[in-house]
């Protein structure tokens, strides 16, 4: 269109005024009516640090926002959607893709060294927020956060407007990293690490993830509600983030289901670890 468009061609005025009306039409196709029929997710960054927010679509659904992307303290960032996305959001933290040179380039939920995950899924441990939005009115959207691969920040989510009360989802009430036990912890500087900053705790493996074991995997004789009943170590998730899984058949969960909202906020670190009472998703900074 840009060539049809050109302001040289000849035939001048008849072809402006039909190329202005295209412009129009263009934009009220490209624009506005995306919008109104998908949503918005205000993905915000209330940590006193950079994230990288990213995320992954289930299969057959689109990427969202390259995947990826940057959302300095303080910022949000909006990422439209359409209103039966389905898929997970996570944040990433300590990134310099500078440095990566084909491996990691996050501390916390690495896509392969890239800033634009492009849709693939994060490295555990991280937190992570699961979406399965429902264009049909039978259904209403529902979400979860889970800490079943583990845990790397606290996350709060919210619907606009939220028509039921019962589409949000708290953050954590203490910081899983700081009272994550040893044979859990993922930190800075790995297992050779020796200076302070390199012992500093970035993420928390869920028992499955640290030990691989059925029975905290709730595989095999341990795949039913009945036979996997969560650990010491799913229960020290528990008390720390009361609404998120802290393992596969955690029923104690706050699942958000049956959410018409147009909106939604994703906001990690909500709060000095854990305020009830957040629902709006900050201000969007133009980014
Ligand atoms: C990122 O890595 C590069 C290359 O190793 C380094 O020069 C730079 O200082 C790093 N940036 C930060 C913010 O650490
Ligand atoms: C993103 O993923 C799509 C689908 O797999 C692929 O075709 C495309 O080349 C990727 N883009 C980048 C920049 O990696």
């Keep these: ?77 909006r990422v439209a959607a359409p209103a039966t996305w389905n898929g997970r959001f996570w944040a990433r933290t300590g990134c310099n893709f500078t440095a990566a040179n084909g491996g990691a380039a996050c501390l916390t939920g690495d896509c392969e060294g890239r800033l634009a995950c492009n849709g693939s899924a994060g490295a555990p441990p991280a937190t992570l927020v699961e979406v399965s939005l429902h264009a049909d009115p039978s259904k209403g959207s529902s979400y979860d956060v889970s800490l ?17 009360g019962k589409c949000a989802i708290a953050g954590c009430a203490k910081d899983v990293n700081a009272v994550c036990p040893p044979e859990l912890q993922v930190t800075a500087g790995g297992a050779g690490g020796r200076r302070k900053a390199e012992k500093t705790v970035v993420a928390c493996k869920s028992a499955c993830l640290a030990f691989g074991l059925d029975a905290f995997c709730c595989r095999g004789a341990y795949a039913t509600p009945a036979a996997c009943r969560g650990s010491v170590y799913s229960r020290l998730f528990k008390d720390a983030c009361p609404a998120y899984y802290s393992y596969a058949y955690d029923t104690t969960a706050a699942t958000a289901t049956g959410c018409y909202a147009q909106e939604y906020a994703i906001t990690f670190c909500p709060s000095r670890w854990g305020d009830e009472e957040e629902a709006d998703g900050g201000r969007d900074a133009q980014m």
């Design 1 to 77: 269109m840009a060539e049809r468009c050109s302001w040289r061609t000849t035939g001048a005025r008849r072809r402006l005024l039909s190329c202005a009306i295209m412009v129009i039409l263009s934009f009220m196709a490209a624009g506005p009516v995306v919008l109104t029929e998908g949503i918005v997710f205000h993905v915000a960054n209330r940590c006193p640090f950079p994230v990288w927010p990213a995320s992954a679509p289930n299969t057959g659904h689109p990427v969202l926002a390259g995947g990826g992307f940057l959302v300095p303290p303080g910022k949000s960032r």
């Design 148 to 164: 079943v691969d583990g845990y790397n920040l606290p996350v709060a989510v919210s619907a606009k407007p939220d028509g039921t």
